[in-house]
């Protein structure tokens, strides 16, 4: 258990920093209008293909191991 503890921030830091380069990568179709309301006809929906589907399940994955080390660490603190 102690072991746990010492080496969970490390795991934290971790998957934090991936999560937010997988954040940032993700390549929206959104210009600054459609921030506040404009109506963007390039942001229609498309399919992820490639590279950009794996990205998008592996920011999901980061986000999920990411909650659970946090969970982790909640309950053994």
Do not use: C, W
């Amino acid at each position: 258990m102690v072991a746990l503890q010492s080496i969970l921030p490390y795991v934290q830091i971790a998957l934090s920093v991936l999560l937010i380069i997988a954040i940032l990568l993700q390549h929206t179709g959104a210009s600054l209008g459609g921030a506040f309301g404009a109506d963007n006809f390039g942001s229609g929906f498309h399919t992820r293909r490639g590279l950009e589907k794996t990205l998008f399940f592996a920011t999901i994955i980061l986000g999920i191991l990411f909650a659970l080390s946090a969970l982790i660490n909640l309950f053994i603190s």
